[in-house]
């Protein structure tokens, strides 16, 4: 009985998973995620890396009119770097830096759609001027932005949890996970 159960059931179903394993290595993954055993916990801190990562090189870039030294490590998509990379020589062109100093992010929620993809929404606080691209004298005062910003972040294999777009709003604008457009 147990033999006949095993025969005809069960192995057929691991073949099943194997065949599909192999089509598409990352069927494990969203196997797991949508039975509820994929550690979620461990994606968020990850994930919460990378922003950090990504606030980190986006006030490099800006802080020194434009540098490239930072776009290997820089976890965006490739759009999102030539964008950054394109306003910062803008500001360099016109011999001027816009400086960012980010002094506070808090990550108010975070939501995956899938085990490769999350939406992010942070309160994050930059201090920002205009200065000399060659003597840093401040061309403008010092200004607190408060702002949110809404990350649509994807696992690449090889790089983690990246930037694939973000949107920014006003820290009085109520922004949620939701995503009205796929991505």
């Known amino acids: ?17 194997g065949v599909c394993y192999l089509q598409a290595p990352s069927g494990g993954a969203y196997l797991r995620y949508h039975l509820g055993l994929y550690d979620l916990k461990k994606e968020e801190k990850l994930i919460k890396k990378s922003i950090k990562q990504f606030n980190i090189d986006y006030a490099t870039v800006f802080n020194t009119g434009g540098t490239t030294y930072v776009i290997d490590e820089y976890p ?17 062109r016109q011999k001027m830096v816009l400086v960012y100093d980010r002094d506070k992010t808090t990550i ?8 490769f993809r ?3 929404v942070a309160k994050e606080l930059w201090f920002l001027n205009f200065q000399d691209i060659k003597t840093r004298d401040y061309l403008s005062p ?7 910003v809404r990350y649509l972040m994807k696992k690449v294999p090889g790089k983690g949890w990246i930037v694939q777009e ?18």
């Open 108 to 115: 108010e929620g975070i939501r995956f759609y899938s085990p």
């Open 76 to 92: 965006a998509a490739n759009l999102v770097k030539r964008r950054t990379y394109q306003e910062a020589n803008i500001w360099a």
């Open 142 to 148: 010092l200004k607190a932005d408060k702002i949110r």
């Open 166 to 183: 973000y949107e920014v709003y006003s820290d009085t604008e109520k922004v949620t996970t939701e995503v009205d457009r796929p991505w």
């Open 1 to 17: 009985m147990i033999r006949n159960l095993f025969v005809t059931l069960i192995i057929p179903v691991l073949l099943a998973f």
């Open 118 to 120: 999350a939406v992010v």
